[in-house]
């Protein structure tokens, strides 16, 4: 996998097991899940395609870029992380209050959009589940015994693998609930609960943020 005269990537049972972790980080809910499969049950699957596509090529592009040197940058200025994770934050909690908020009129009316692929990938850069799972990924998989940029790759590639299919799956739900929600005080009602459910999702993130400032 990924292998080159002189060079070791990550063996295939390593890869395998990348694969597993892949698949386990990407498919359980999330920032990522919970707003993709609410743009799918309020503005149907053609239109969420390019948010799909932004976090499906946008988060293995960010695995990429902090395996190869983001992590050093950050370990020598860890306010700069720390200020990352706090404006990523925030920008979640407003996320969470825009999808809440809105209704099937607005919608309908043409007054929101999806995201689009630029913002569903840049977002990867202020999701907090996407900074755990790149970095954990990169910690826990490469080693010093083999070139790192080519485990890095390997890496990269197995969250592309899964993150199509996963991603996908809950576009496909939500759209599916789309049909089942006809009622606007039923859509109403999920959106809510979509809001909610992505503000708990930074909570762990809010936890970290208070435990680094007070200390």
Not at 79 to 105: D, E, M, N, R, V
Not at 161 to 171: R, S
Request: charged residues 5%; proline residues 5%.
């Amino acid at each position: 996998m990924l292998e080159r005269p002189g060079f070791q990537a990550l063996p295939m049972d390593i890869f395998i097991a990348v694969l597993f972790f892949a698949f386990s980080t990407t498919i359980t809910p999330g920032p990522n899940n919970v707003m993709i499969m609410s743009s799918g049950m309020n503005y149907g699957v053609k239109a969420s395609l390019g948010h799909l596509c932004g976090i499906c090529l946008g988060f293995p592009v960010m695995v990429l870029l902090v395996g190869l040197g983001f992590g050093v940058v950050f370990e020598h200025f860890p306010h700069l992380h720390q200020l990352i994770k706090l404006l990523g934050t925030a920008y979640l909690l407003w996320l969470a209050w825009k999808i809440a908020s809105q209704t099937p009129k607005a919608i309908q009316a043409g007054h929101a959009k999806p995201l689009n692929f630029w913002q569903g990938a840049a977002f990867q850069w202020v999701n907090g589940k996407a900074w755990v799972m790149a970095s954990g990924a990169i910690a826990a998989f490469t080693s010093t015994q083999g070139a790192m940029l080519w485990q890095v790759l390997a890496i990269s590639l197995a969250f592309l693998l899964v993150a199509f299919p996963c991603v996908g799956l809950w576009l496909v739900g939500g759209a599916g609930l789309r049909r089942v929600l006809t009622r606007a005080k039923a859509q109403r009602a999920f959106n809510i609960a979509m809001g909610l459910l992505l503000a708990l999702s930074v909570l762990p993130v809010l936890v970290e943020l208070w435990q680094y400032y007070l200390s």
